[in-house]
C-alpha cells in the first residue's frame, strides 16, 4: 500500500512539473508551435489542475480544508447567482468558476506532495531557464516587431511587444503578454536571493550565471514591476541574512566583485546601455503619467483595493462570474482588439464585481487568510534556517493577494508560489543547535 502510495506521489509530483513548465511555455506553444490553437491552450493547465485534484482526493493523499471549503461554497453560490440574477451566460460563468475552482486547492496539494528538496530543484531549473529566457529577451528586445521571434498569439505578424519607450517595445519573452514575463522574473528573482544565503544548495557557476542574467533582464524588460520585485526579494534576504552576518558579508562581497569586474564592460557595451537609457526613459514617463510615486504605489501596487470596497456602482448579488476576465468580455461582446475590462483590472474590484460585496469580499479575506499562513510559515521556518519559504514569500505574497488571477498566466505563478511555500516548510531534517533564538 506504501508504495503504492509513492507511485500516486511520484505522479502527481510530475503533474506538478507538467504545470510548471506549461506556465512557462503555454505563451510558446501560442505564438509559435500551434498558433492555430491559441484559444484552447489558453487553459492547456486546467486538464492537468484537475487531474491532480481528483487523483489526490481519490487516494486520500489530500482533502480539503476550511481555506478551500469557503472557495469551492463561495463559487457554488456566486454561480447560482450568476445564473439568475447575474448575466446569465452559462460559457463566461464556467469560464470564470474554474479560475478558484480548479487551481487554488493546487496550493495546498502541492504543499501536500512536494518537499524541500524538490523546490529546491524546481529552483535550480528556473535558474538554468531564466539564462536562455534573457537571451531570447534580448533578441526580441533589439528585433523589429515584424520578426519571427516577436509574433503574437495566433501568429500575429503585428508583434507581441506592449508600449514601451518611444523606440523600443516591451516584449513578452515565452509569454502571451508581458506580464508573464514580470512575474517570471519576480519569481526567479526570489530563488536568486535564496540561493545566494545557501551556496551549498546551487552550482555557483549556474548562480553566477543567473544572477548576471537577472542583471540583464531588468532594463530590457523595460518593466518597473521587474524592479520592485527585485527590490523586494532582496529586502526579504537582508531580513534573514541579519540572522546570519557572515553569510550576508560574504554575499555582499561576492556582489561587489561582480559589479567592479563587469562595470568596465557594461559602460562599453551598447547593447546594455541602449537597454538601460529605455528603461529609465519608461520610468520617468510612466511615473509623470501616474502621478509621481504616489501614483505607482496607490493606482498600481495596492491594485485598487480601497476603491473596489467602497465603490458605489457595485452590485449586492454581482455582475456574474467570468465578466471581468479578457476572455469572459470576449464571450460576451466580441472579439474586438480594443475591448476594455468590462468590471474592473483590479483583482479586488473584478472579485466584487462579479460576485458581490459579500461573497467577493469573502474570497478576498480567504486570499488574505492564505497570506497570514504563508507568513506563519516561512517566518517559523526562519527560526531553523530554513530560509527558502521566506524567500519564495517575497514574491507570493502579492500574487496571493492581489494577483490579477483572471489572466491564466497570473494565476498560475499565484497558485504555484504559495504552494512552495507550504512545501518548503517541511521535509527538512533539524537540528537543535539549527534554532535561531
Known amino acids: 500500500m506504501s508504495q503504492a502510495n509513492d507511485r500516486i506521489i511520484r505522479s502527481l509530483k510530475r ?50 480544508n476550511g481555506f478551500v471549503f469557503v472557495i469551492i461554497l463561495v463559487n457554488i453560490l456566486s454561480f447560482i447567482t450568476t445564473m439568475l440574477l447575474g448575466h446569465g451566460n452559462i460559457f463566461v ?64 505578424e503585428t508583434g507581441s511587444g506592449f508600449s514601451g ?25 526570489a530563488y536568486i536571493c535564496y540561493f545566494w544565503t545557501d551556496l551549498k ?61 563587469l562595470s568596465p564592460l557594461l559602460n562599453k557595451s551598447d547593447v546594455f546601455k541602449t537597454a538601460t537609457g529605455a528603461f529609465t526613459e519608461r520610468f520617468e514617463t510612466a511615473n509623470e503619467s501616474e ?12 491594485g485598487g483595493m480601497y476603491s473596489a470596497v467602497v465603490n458605489e456602482n457595485a452590485s449586492f448579488f454581482g455582475m456574474g462570474l467570468g465578466m471581468g476576465t479578457n476572455a469572459g468580455a470576449r464571450l460576451m461582446v466580441g472579439n474586438d482588439s480594443k475591448l476594455g475590462f468590462l468590471i474592473s483590472e483590479g483583482e ?40 527558502l519559504p521566506w524567500m519564495i514569500l517575497s514574491f507570493a505574497w502579492i500574487q496571493v493577494l492581489q494577483g490579477q488571477w483572471a489572466q491564466p498566466t497570473s494565476l498560475g505563478f499565484g497558485v504555484l508560489s504559495a504552494g512552495l511555500i507550504f512545501a518548503a516548510s517541511k521535509g527538512r531534517t533539524i537540528n537543535k543547535e539549527d534554532i535561531i533564538q
Open 15 to 64: 503533474g506538478v512539473w507538467y504545470y510548471f513548465l506549461l506556465l512557462i511555455f503555454e505563451g510558446a506553444l501560442r505564438k509559435w508551435v500551434l498558433p492555430q490553437l491559441a484559444t484552447p491552450l489558453l487553459i492547456v493547465r486546467d486538464p492537468f489542475a484537475l487531474w491532480i485534484i481528483f487523483t489526490a482526493s481519490r487516494y486520500k493523499i489530500w482533502k480539503p
Open 291 to 302: 502621478g509621481g510615486l504616489e501614483g505607482v504605489f496607490v493606482d498600481r501596487f495596492l
Open 93 to 156: 460563468a464556467v469560464y470564470g468558476l474554474r479560475i478558484l475552482l480548479l487551481h487554488f486547492p493546487l496550493i495546498f496539494i502541492i504543499g501536500r506532495i512536494y518537499d524541500h528538496e524538490d523546490v529546491l530543484r524546481l529552483g535550480r531549473v528556473l535558474l538554468w531557464i531564466n539564462i536562455f529566457m534573457t537571451l531570447l529577451v534580448a533578441v526580441q528586445f533589439f528585433s523589429p516587431q515584424s520578426a519571427w521571434v516577436n509574433r503574437g498569439v495566433g501568429g500575429d
Open 201 to 261: 544548495s546551487v552550482p555557483k557557476y549556474l548562480l553566477i550565471s543567473s544572477s548576471i542574467a537577472l542583471c540583464f533582464a531588468v532594463p530590457l524588460s523595460i518593466s518597473r514591476t521587474v524592479l520592485f520585485e527585485v527590490v523586494l526579494s532582496i529586502a526579504f534576504m537582508f531580513v534573514i541574512s541579519s540572522k546570519q552576518i557572515g553569510k550576508l558579508l560574504r554575499t555582499l562581497a561576492i556582489i561587489g566583485v561582480l559589479t567592479l569586474i
Open 348 to 387: 479586488w474590484g473584478r472579485l466584487v464585481g462579479e460576485m458581490g460585496f459579500l461573497l467577493g469580499l469573502l474570497v478576498i479575506l480567504t486570499r488574505f487568510g492564505v497570506v497570514i499562513k504563508m507568513f506563519g510559515k516561512a517566518w517559523d521556518g526562519s527560526r531553523y534556517k530554513n530560509f
Open 165 to 189: 519607450t518611444v523606440d523600443f517595445f516591451r516584449v513578452p519573452g515565452t509569454f502571451s503578454f508581458t506580464n508573464g514575463l514580470s512575474l517570471f522574473y519576480g519569481f526567479v528573482a
